[in-house]
């Protein structure tokens, strides 16, 4: 166990459905990171918060969205989904932001499949 | 930019050595390198910062040539359990730059 939770860990839906996804980040780190892995291209970077703010994004397309709450957990919404939007959905954390000092813990990630 | 890896897999016999290899273009503050099993989430082996030195782990070692924006990762006598696909996230020097762009990764497979 990481530390890092994810849920659910598979997801199956239709096109056009709408789902999300959860993160806890690991006890004592502010950093959320979502990335989203196919098997072509790899970890892309979708979005991150520090401490309940988005600080940077990535090729996060217009019809998903991200948030962190208080207590520092996130979500990951996605909406209007296409065949094309499945894929493994991982949530890491670190401690900091700004910095790269600090390695990031990555959950078990979630299974997303649009049929 | 998404850094580049190679080789983009590699094949090995238990005992025998391999090194990866992670380009940038742009300018580097670090480089992060992770490990990661078919079916399970990335996990962190080691970071090396700008104007660092070449980091160790085990048997797993890696260096890093901020001049030529290049990071390196040495696997000796390997085990089976370094099977798995190598990915170097690479963070670049510039405000507003926070988060790891991953290259495509390397497969390894380490084989009896």
């Not at chain 1, 959860?22 to 970077?45: A, E, I, K, M, T």
């Not at chain 2, 901020?66 to 990762?73: C, F, G, H, T």
Request: aromatic letters at 10%.
């Amino acid at each position: 166990d990481s530390g890092v939770t994810q849920t659910p860990k598979h997801l199956i839906t239709a096109t056009g459905q709408r789902v999300t996804l959860r993160c806890s980040p690991r006890s004592g780190d502010l950093s959320v990171y979502w990335y989203q892995q196919s098997l072509d291209q790899g970890l892309q970077f979708l979005i991150q918060y520090y401490n309940g703010e988005e600080r940077a994004k990535g090729n996060i397309l217009e019809r998903f969205s991200a948030q962190q709450f208080p207590d520092l957990h996130s979500e990951l919404n996605l909406s209007s989904l296409e065949l094309g939007d499945s894929a493994l959905y991982f949530c890491a954390s670190s401690p900091l932001t700004g910095t790269s000092n600090y390695g990031y813990t990555f959950g078990s990630g979630t299974r997303l499949t649009v049929v | 930019q998404q850094p580049v890896q190679s080789p983009q897999a590699v094949i090995l016999r238990e005992g025998e050595d391999a090194v990866i290899n992670c380009s940038s273009s742009k300018a580097l503050y670090s480089v992060h390198w992770y490990r990661q099993k078919h079916g399970e989430a990335p996990v962190f082996l080691m970071i090396l910062l700008k104007g660092g030195e070449q980091k160790g782990h085990d048997k797993i070692s890696a260096s890093f040539n901020e001049k030529k924006q290049q990071s390196s990762l040495y696997l000796t006598a390997s085990q089976l359990s370094y099977s798995g696909t190598y990915f170097c996230g690479t963070h670049h020097s510039g405000a507003g730059s926070y988060q790891l762009t991953f290259g495509k990764g390397t497969k390894l497979s380490v084989i009896p």
